[in-house]
Structures are given as C-alpha cells and as structure tokens.
C-alpha cells in the first residue's frame, strides 16, 4: 500500500438499512480505483455502504459534512448560504484533517456534497467533481456550475444528460464521461433459474403468471409509484393474471400509503406484493419478467434500468435523460414512451405481456448490446486510460529543492569504477508522515512553551516572588553541598597520602 498514492473520496450519504444508486456507484468506482491507489472513504455515519466498503478492504472515515441541497435546486442566495456553511465547526474539522493528511487528490461525489471540494481547493489539493444526478434547470443553475467550476480540477460525469447541465466552455475543459457498470460476480449468473424459482414461490407468483416489477431505494413522488400503479390498472384490464411487485423503502410515507390505498381501490390489492428493502437483488430481477421504470424526473442514468437489463429483464421507460440513453444504448428505443403519458406505458407494457417469446428475445439482445457498451470490460479500460492520467496529473513528486535552487545531479563515477547505488527513496506517503510528526512536535513544544510563559506572566506578583525564593534557596543548596562534597574529596586525599 506505500507505494500507492493517496486519494480520499467523500460519499454524502450512508445509509442505515439500504443503500442507493449513487451509493453503488460510489462504492462500485472506489473498488475499482483501489487497484491503483490507496483509497479512503468518508462517510457521514456508519451504513450499508461502509460496512461493503470495509469488507472489501477499502479505509473507511465517519465524519458529517453538512450538504449543499441549493446546488442541485439553485436559488439566489446559494453562494451565501455556502459561505456561512464554511464557518461551521464541520467545515473546519473537514480542513484540518486534509490538511494532515494531505492526500494526492480528492473525489466528491454528488452536486450537493460541496464542501469538501471547497476545503480542498483552499488547502491547494486537486479535486476531481463527481457528479450522478441533473441539476435543476432554473436562472440560477449558472450559480451552481459556476461552483462546481471553480472549486474542481475535473467534473467526471455519469453521463451525456449530466455533462450537458454545464455550459460548453466548461465541458470541453473540464468534464469527462465514466458511465457505470457492475461487478459479474453480483450478477449471479450461474444461480439465475433458481433464484427466480425461490423468489416466485416466496411471492406466491405461479409460472403462467407474469410479474412486472418495479424497484426504487427510496420511494417518493418523483420515483412514479403512483404511476406504476395507474398502469397496473390498464394492464390488468387486458391481462388479469398479471402481477406486480414493488421493491423498496418508503421515502414519502405518506406518498407511499396514498399508492396502497389506490391499489385497495381497484380491487388489485391480490395481485400486489409491497416489499421493502430487499437485500438480495439478483433474485428480484430474476423473479420479474418485465421490469417497468416510471422516474418523473430526468435522472442522470438510471441504474435500475441498466441493472434490469443486465439481468436480462424487458424494461419499459418514460423518454427522459438517462433512461434515454440507456435504452438507446441497448438497442430498446421503442419501450421509451412519453414521460408521464400513462396510457402509453400500459400500452407498451401490455404489448411485451402480449408476446413474451419476442420481448425476450428482445431482452438478450439488448443484454448484449449494453453488456458491450457499459460491462465491468469497458469500464475498466475507461477508468485505467483516468486512473493512468491522475497519476501523472497530480501523483508526481516534484523535483527537490535546495536553497540554491534545484539539486545538483549526482557526480559520474570516475572511469573503471562501477556508479555507487542510489539511496532508495522513501515513499511520498512515509516522506509526509515525517514531515507531520515534525511539525506536531514542533508545534506542540511551542505550545508547550506558550503555555509555561502565560503562567507565568499570569501568576501574582506575591506568587512571583515567592518561585523566585525559592530558585534562589535550591541554588544555595546545590552550592553548598558541591563545597561538602569538595572538602571530603580533599580529606580523603589527605589521608591517603
């Protein structure tokens, strides 16, 4: 690990029971950069995705940073709501513990985890911005760009929806596109056909019965239960055996229980199963025959969709900004149906129940077309062509320096003699340490030392004077008994002669 370089990334979010898209990613990206650097993980408390993180051998740091909601909705006031954020105690325990450990780099994650870039950018370490969702378009979004511009030295972006929240002059300096990808091991391939048996059984879902899934990690408004739900309705109408599952936690209780009670309403309550947080992913993609993703918002990729077509599940979309993308990619264009147009997403979704040999047929097709395109083998390549160019970007020592400029090279060995071998150079992580346990020491002797003179100026007079007595008396002891001492030497040399 000493001879890797340094890095820290910051997630804005671990949470307690379940974990998000942009938590997968996260942890997904770090587990991949640890093949070349040291990576450190910061995270507001402990979670799901710190436990994930420490079982794969990655350094995990608590710490609550507050974040900058107003970069993902700007409004006017933005800049100076983040410079009273800048004030607080977090801020300044966030600056103090990077500027001990001076790291090569750092990468926050998300547009409204802001303040680590800023403690950073101050403490002269490059940043690397990386950021998964759109940003609200408004008057103000310029306001939001213009700090992320500032305050990174690269914006990594998940996709082309999200670079293009930037103006053209910074994406053409600034912005690169990662896109995601998944580990095949999670994907459990060899398993499936079993964990689908098991799951539908557990689901109470017979063989001839489609189920159409959906699956949010934090449900609320914005994710579209509600028009899941009013789709089940119209399909039901054409395909009565059909089922459907909801996977995920209730984000907007009250949101969440509106769509309970709608199911009840139309006498659907039979042909819904609502579960929570499910820890086994694999075996709900494998359980679903058709996996439907009503987002109302235009969502920066979309893993859920990618992940149920890595499955090799059909999915149906509304046509919106990652999701776009996504199933462009895949080859699927023509299960994207117009954002919040219900009736189009039964039809569509109706249409795949109607033939389910064709749609999964076409399901594998698009499996490899994304498989191709955004598999853990085109990730690596794209992550190894970055991970090569932060190396020499910000990992190189640079030359040392002398007072009289930079250091002579070292004398050519007189002919016939073999070059004497170089002094191995300690590692810029151990050269650092060093430099930090100095710098401690040196400064807790001044603080030392400080403190002893504020005692002492700090004392009263009567005090003072009476430390001084008895300085004096400790002197004429040490004095006198040097004389006894002396004059016994000189007895006993006199004896003795």
């Given at each position: 690990m000493a001879d890797k370089a340094t890095i820290v990334l910051f997630s804005h979010v671990s949470n307690t029971r379940s974990i998000t898209g942009a938590e997968k990613l996260l942890l997904f990206f770090s587990r991949e950069l640890s093949v070349y650097f040291h990576c450190i993980l910061v995270a507001p408390e402990d979670g799901k995705l710190t436990r994930l993180a420490r079982s794969s051998g990655l350094q995990v740091e608590l710490m609550p940073i507050p974040l900058v909601y107003g970069m993902y909705t700007p409004y006017g006031g933005l800049e100076a709501d983040i410079g009273k954020l800048k004030e607080s105690r977090e801020y300044r325990a966030l600056s103090g513990w990077l500027a001990a450990l001076r790291p090569a780099f750092i990468i926050t994650s998300t547009c409204v985890h802001a303040l680590p870039a800023l403690?950073?950018?101050?403490?002269?370490?490059?940043?690397?911005?990386?950021?998964?969702?759109?940003?609200?378009?408004?008057?103000?979004?310029?306001?939001?760009?213009?700090?992320?511009?500032?305050?990174?030295?690269?914006?990594?972006?998940?996709?082309?929806?999200?670079?293009?929240?930037?103006?053209?002059?910074?994406?053409?300096?600034?912005?690169?596109?990662?896109?995601?990808?998944?580990?095949?091991?999670?994907?459990?391939?060899?398993?499936?056909?079993?964990?689908?048996?098991?799951?539908?059984?557990?689901?109470?879902?017979?063989?001839?019965?489609?189920?159409?899934?959906?699956?949010?990690?934090?449900?609320?408004?914005?994710?579209?239960?509600?028009?899941?739900?009013?789709?089940?309705?119209?399909?039901?109408?054409?395909?009565?055996?059909?089922?459907?599952?909801?996977?995920?936690?209730?984000?907007?209780?009250?949101?969440?229980?509106?769509?309970?009670?709608?199911?009840?309403?139309?006498?659907?309550?039979?042909?819904?199963?609502?579960?929570?947080?499910?820890?086994?992913?694999?075996?709900?993609?494998?359980?679903?025959?058709?996996?439907?993703?009503?987002?109302?918002?235009?969502?920066?990729?979309?893993?859920?969709?990618?992940?149920?077509?890595?499955?090799?599940?059909?999915?149906?979309?509304?046509?919106?900004?990652?999701?776009?993308?996504?199933?462009?990619?895949?080859?699927?264009?023509?299960?994207?149906?117009?954002?919040e147009d219900i009736p189009a997403l039964a039809a569509r979704t109706s249409a795949l129940l109607a033939e389910p040999g064709l749609a999964e047929a076409e399901a594998a097709s698009a499996r490899l077309r994304i498989s191709a395109l955004y598999g853990p083998g085109a990730y690596r390549a794209r992550l190894q062509g970055l991970a090569e160019s932060w190396s020499l970007r910000y990992c190189t020592p640079p030359p040392v320096q002398t007072t009289g400029g930079l250091q002579d090279p070292p004398a050519a060995a007189p002919a016939g003699e073999d070059p004497a071998p170089a002094a191995p150079r300690s590692s810029r992580a151990s050269r650092r340490a060093a430099l930090r346990r100095g710098k401690l020491r040196r400064g807790r002797l001044r603080h030392a030392s400080a403190k002893a003179r504020r005692r002492r100026r700090t004392r009263p007079v009567g005090a003072r004077r009476a430390a001084l007595r008895r300085r004096r008396r400790r002197r004429l002891r040490s004095r006198a008994a040097g004389k006894r001492r002396g004059a016994r030497r000189r007895a006993k040399s006199r004896k003795s002669g």
């Open positions: 403690a950073a950018k101050q403490l002269n370490i490059p940043v690397i911005w990386k950021i998964s969702e759109t940003m609200t378009v408004n008057e103000y979004t310029p306001l939001s760009a213009g700090v992320i511009d500032r305050n990174s030295d690269e914006i990594l972006a998940i996709s082309h929806t999200v670079a293009s929240c930037f103006p053209e002059d910074i994406r053409q300096a600034k912005v690169t596109q990662l896109p995601p990808s998944w580990n095949e091991q999670d994907l459990m391939q060899d398993a499936w056909s079993k964990l689908r048996g098991e799951r539908r059984r557990e689901l109470r879902v017979r063989p001839e019965e489609p189920l159409i899934g959906y699956i949010s990690s934090f449900i609320n408004k914005e994710k579209g239960l509600e028009h899941f739900v009013k789709m089940a309705v119209l399909v039901s109408a054409k395909h009565p055996r059909a089922k459907y599952v909801v996977i995920g936690t209730a984000g907007d209780k009250s949101y969440y229980d509106r769509c309970i009670r709608k199911v009840k309403l139309e006498g659907l309550h039979a042909h819904f199963k609502f579960v929570g947080y499910e820890d086994c992913l694999p075996s709900a993609y494998c359980a679903m025959d058709l996996l439907v993703v009503p987002s109302l918002i235009r969502e920066g990729f979309g893993m859920t969709a990618l992940e149920g077509i890595s499955f090799g599940k059909p999915v149906v979309a509304y046509d919106s900004g990652g999701l776009r993308e996504i199933l462009h990619a895949a080859g699927s264009m023509q299960n994207l149906v117009p954002a």
